[in-house]
Antibody
């Protein structure tokens, strides 16, 4: 059974870089059929897609965050990571990692496996 | 790209039905049959309930159904049960920029 687990610091100072890792277990991140994405949810608010990466390194980013976001993949560790620079209090949120099919080739666009989420607070 | 619009709340008594709307534009909901719905209980991760407007993943009760007309998609929960009380989010493929857009979320209360 595929599982995703987010990890990283729960507290980040303003203007610094938020770094999170998602570890995939029970399956290979190198599957040719899936992208691996990051989604966040500020306290009491809705979901926001941040970006996604393919095992080859191909990425999609939300234009609203693109200038501050970098998503990378480490297939040897079955992990992918998120870096968000120049954070402010507005970046305080629960950050989820999730899997979604490679829609361009499969015709499927949805997120079917999610991690439990990790809370990141931006504060000095 | 703005978030898809959902009503903040909806409610129904056990056994009744509740329908949640999700309004977007021709660039997302109206342009593709790639609307999905997620259920989120407090403190939990979202769970996929509907994909491709009306398809249910394995294990999702057939009490959950989806539809779409123009730029508005809908989720109907029939035969409401206590465990259906949760937040529900729609999502749509929106081309590649961004890839996905989510709705504002609807809190469903079982009276």
């Amino acid at each position: 059974q595929l599982q995703l687990q987010e990890s990283g610091p729960g507290l980040v100072k303003p203007s610094e870089t938020l770094s999170l890792t998602c570890t995939v277990s029970g399956g290979s991140i190198s599957s040719s059929s899936y992208y691996w994405g990051w989604i966040r949810q500020p306290p009491g608010k809705g979901l926001e897609w941040i970006g996604s990466i393919y095992y080859s390194g191909s990425t999609y980013y939300n234009p609203s965050l693109k200038s501050r976001v970098t998503i990378s993949v480490d297939t040897s560790k079955n992990q992918f990571s998120l870096k968000l620079s120049s954070v402010t209090a507005a970046d305080t949120a629960v950050y989820y990692c999730a899997r979604h099919p490679d829609g361009y080739n499969s015709g499927y666009y949805y997120m079917d496996v999610w991690g439990k989420g990790t809370t990141v607070t931006v504060s000095s | 790209q703005s978030a898809l619009t959902q009503p903040p709340s909806a409610s129904g008594s056990p056994g009744q039905s509740v329908t949640i709307s999700c309004t977007g534009t021709s660039s997302d909901v109206g342009g593709y049959n790639y609307v999905s719905w997620y259920q989120q209980h407090p403190g939990k991760a979202p769970k996929l309930m509907i994909y491709e407007v009306s398809k249910r993943p394995s294990g999702v009760p057939d009490r959950f159904s989806g539809s779409k007309s123009g730029n508005t998609a809908s989720l109907t929960v029939s035969g409401l049960q206590a465990e259906d009380e949760a937040d529900y989010y729609c999502s749509s493929y929106a081309g590649s920029n961004p890839l996905y857009v989510f709705g504002t979320g609807t809190k469903v209360t079982v009276l």
